[in-house]
């Protein structure tokens, strides 16, 4: 098999929508066929009976209250297990109260500048947004044009397919010292390193969705007679958009793990290094605190990119 | 000469076994305004000879002149009306039209007229109510409408519709049968459709192309059709002349041309 599809290209296809719809049960209601009431006759108990109608405000709130009590039931008993953790294994890990003073601490000034490598942990989070964001962009700006050259061409995707899938499993941090070594920097170096974490999703599920443009559409435009550059702009680039965006997606979250990782190894300012540095001073309760914002940072970044997408796909607008 | 000539065309595929023959010394002269239905087993070679007369497939020999003028590439003066609709899911119902029209008209007509020429084909075949819905979120029988209004806009010389209506549930495309006939009545366009339904090329055509099956497809037999128009499906059910035809149709495509698979 010689197409790219990423399991993640799958995109969500929408069902047609009939022209005459069935009839919708309303609450309480039964739709009954005649077939189903032949198998049932009589009925011995109604059903009215079995199901007395409940409200709606009741099934929200009971809704609501589950979306709360679960969530909550697993956070508690993480916090029984950070407990005994503590209490039983090693007393190196703080309790929760002592995390939650140290971050009360930390984001009482998140952007306070005491030198040159004493930054409060808002720098650290940007100054890692920055080189994920500048290796992305990058990484974007490359891999999608590779990515319809791959999709649009044989020869191309011929050429180029075994070099991508040799080089996407590697892990992007085996480049760093690549890196370090070409651009003889630190800053280069971590940027490159998001670079090549960013541009093989987007190169794959570019060519993917190049690849999976139904043949009519591009007959549609060759009886319009549209020209190269409006077949881009009117059919090639709309069609692949929704595939373009889930490359990102998957991009974008994976660079944000990675940035953490190698900036450990590079060092300088950035939420990477301030864990390790953070851990040579033995300050456990900064790094748990760390933890828990690196992952808000990754929601928003992933929400960011799901609203984007639902933007631009037609298929979920 | 015709007005649509389709001279002795050939189509050979290259395929892994070998050259693949699926259509050979095809041949049919149409006239202006004439509605031809072409009707032949699944995988004949029907599409093939419609995408021939589109441009969008070139002829192995043989060739196709339109207006005396050889076609070579595709072009809106034989709009093509694809099965699957082929709308641009990203575009609304206007724009799918507008597009086209943009494309036919940009330098000849201003954009106001554009606009009043797009409004003018969704009127046509009644979907001037939904604008500015996604095909996403239209059926399919109205998917099909704004893919003929597409088509209409372009002003074609000749109407190419693969199995335009193939795809939808009898009571829609009885419906869009109508708007077709209507549409044609009103503007005498030239039109080619393929199709499987018997009923459908009795009632919509004035001559009826029956396929032989492949491979090496040809044309088997031609039916003129000699209803008088405008036609009424009730009318027509009991009508022996329709049944005439409806049986001779049958009997070329279950007798003479019997599936060796179904037998
Ligand atoms: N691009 C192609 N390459 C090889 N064979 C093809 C190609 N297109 C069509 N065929 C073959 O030609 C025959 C006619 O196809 P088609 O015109 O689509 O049939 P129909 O529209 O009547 O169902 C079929 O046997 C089909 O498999
Ligand atoms: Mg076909």
């Known amino acids: 098999m010689s197409k790219v599809i990423a399991l993640a290209t799958v995109l969500p296809v929408k069902s047609e929508r009939p022209e005459s719809s069935l009839p919708v049960p309303l609450a309480g209601e039964r739709i009954v066929t005649p077939a189903a009431n032949a198998e049932r006759q009589p009925p011995a108990v109604p059903i009215q009976a079995l199901s007395p109608p409940v409200s709606r405000a009741r099934l929200r709130a009971a809704a609501i209250a589950r979306a709360i009590i679960l969530p909550g039931a697993v956070f508690l008993l993480v916090l029984v297990v950070w407990m005994l953790v503590n209490a039983k294994i090693t007393s190196d890990i703080p309790t929760p109260a002592a995390t939650w003073a140290r971050a009360v601490e930390i984001f009482g000034q998140p952007f306070y500048v005491a030198g040159p490598n004493d930054m409060g942990i808002g720098w650290q989070v940007l100054y890692s947004l920055g080189r994920v964001l500048a290796g992305f962009a990058l990484a974007v700006a490359v891999g999608i044009p590779v990515g319809f050259l791959m999709g649009a061409s044989r020869d191309v995707h011929q050429a180029c397919y075994p070099l991508v899938q040799i080089l996407r499993p590697v892990s992007p941090l085996a480049w760093l010292p690549i890196g370090l070594l070409v651009f003889q920097a630190k800053d280069p170096s971590a940027i490159f390193v998001i670079f090549i974490t960013s541009i093989w999703p987007v190169i794959v599920n570019t060519a993917a969705g190049v690849q999976a443009i139904p043949k009519d559409y591009l007959n549609v435009a060759r009886v319009l007679r549209l020209g190269k550059l409006e077949i881009t702009r009117r059919i090639l680039l709309p069609a692949t958009l929704p595939h373009i965006l889930t490359g990102m997606r998957l991009s974008l979250s994976v660079a944000w793990m990675v940035i953490v990782a190698a900036e450990m190894l590079t060092g300088g300012i950035g939420i990477g290094f301030y864990v390790w540095d953070e851990w040579n001073n033995l300050n456990v309760a900064s790094i748990i605190v760390a933890i828990g914002l690196i992952g808000l940072v990754g929601i928003v970044l992933e929400s960011l990119m799901n609203l984007a997408q639902r933007h631009f796909d037609y298929n979920r607008r | ?263």
């Open chain 2, 1 to 263: 000469m015709s007005y649509l000539n389709i001279s002795n065309v050939d189509v050979v595929f290259p395929t892994n076994n070998g050259a693949f023959i699926a259509l050979r010394e095809v041949h049919l002269e149409i006239e202006k305004g004439e509605f031809i239905a072409i009707i032949g087993h699944s995988g004949c070679g029907k599409s093939t000879v419609l995408n021939v007369v589109a441009g969008l497939l070139e002829a192995t020999r043989g060739g196709v002149l339109l207006e005396n003028k050889e076609v070579n590439s595709p072009g809106p003066d034989r709009a093509v009306v694809f099965q699957n609709h082929s709308l641009l899911p990203w575009l609304t119902v206007y724009e799918n039209v507008r597009i086209a029209v943009d494309k036919v008209f940009g330098k000849s007509k201003s954009k106001a007229e554009r606009h009043d020429w797009t409004l003018h084909n969704l009127r046509l075949v009644h979907m001037e109510h939904a604008l500015d819905q996604r095909p996403g979120e239209i059926s399919g029988g109205m998917k099909q409408r704004v893919g003929i209004a597409r088509a209409l806009a372009m002003q074609p010389k000749v109407l190419l519709m693969d199995e335009p209506f193939g795809a939808l549930d009898a009571l829609t495309r009885a419906h869009l049968q109508e708007s077709v006939m209507e549409i044609q009545a009103a503007l005498n366009n030239t039109v080619l459709m393929i199709t499987h339904d018997v009923d459908e090329a009795v009632l919509l055509s004035d001559r009826i192309v029956m396929m032989t099956n492949g491979p090496a497809a040809t044309v088997g037999e031609i039916l003129k059709v000699d209803l008088p128009r405008p036609r009424n499906r009730l009318e027509l059910a009991d009508d022996p002349t329709y049944n005439h035809y409806r049986a001779e149709v049958l009997r070329f495509l279950y007798e003479r041309q019997r599936r060796p698979e179904a037998a």
